[in-house]
């Protein structure tokens, strides 16, 4: 989904009158809400008593924080975006660590889909862990591709791992790549967060 929503678009002041924010933990807290979003005054006490000054959302089968709001079920990361910057994302909110419940605001980058691809995990299912790097085992070397805007490129072969892997880490420098793309910093590799800039709203 392009703004990461389920349902209908909320405004920047109804997620403001729900929702507190703690860019620094990355916490959304349930508000005491106003009576007028219930049906009897019953219903509006049981659910301040329930959830006001609590913790909001749940991670869903995917890893992310998910809300569940009037209308709509949106993912807890792109309605932060919404209440730091005033203004819903384009496209993509991308976690720079990787870590997908991680919704601190240092965390948290605007992104088109082809950006988003440039700061992927590392992969598991490659011999070398990291992507565009295979052995090739009919020369015995290491081949070495990149996608650059939507194509995979051909960057060569290598006698090592170390120097197909070097020399990937350059392209993807040089492309544009985040710092973290291909590495495990979901399970304890040291993130990198250079190159972010703050963005308040108030």
Request: aromatic share 10%; glycine share 8%; with cysteine.
């Amino acid at each position: 989904m392009s703004n990461q929503l389920r349902g209908q678009r909320p405004t920047v002041e109804t997620l403001k009158e729900l929702l507190d924010y703690e860019p620094e933990t990355g916490i959304l807290t349930w508000k005491e809400r106003p009576c007028r979003y219930f049906k009897t005054n019953g219903a509006w006490k049981r659910w301040n008593s329930r959830y006001a000054e609590k913790p909001a959302g749940s991670k869903n089968s995917s890893g992310y924080i998910q809300l569940c709001l009037p209308g709509c079920r949106p993912l807890a990361h792109v309605v932060i975006w919404v209440i730091q910057t005033g203004k819903w994302p384009e496209h993509q909110v991308d976690h720079v660590n990787h870590k997908r419940d991680d919704n601190r605001w240092l965390n948290l980058r605007a992104t088109t889909p082809a950006e988003n691809m440039k700061n992927l995990g590392r992969q598991a299912n490659r011999k070398s862990g990291v992507a565009g790097v295979y052995y090739d085992k009919s020369l015995k070397k290491w081949r070495v591709w990149i996608s650059e805007e939507g194509r995979n490129r051909y960057i060569g072969s290598f006698d090592t791992e170390e120097e197909a892997i070097r020399k990937r880490k350059a392209f993807e420098a040089a492309l544009g790549y985040h710092p973290n793309h291909g590495t495990d910093t979901a399970n304890g590799e040291e993130p990198l967060y250079n190159g972010r800039t703050e963005i308040w709203f108030d």
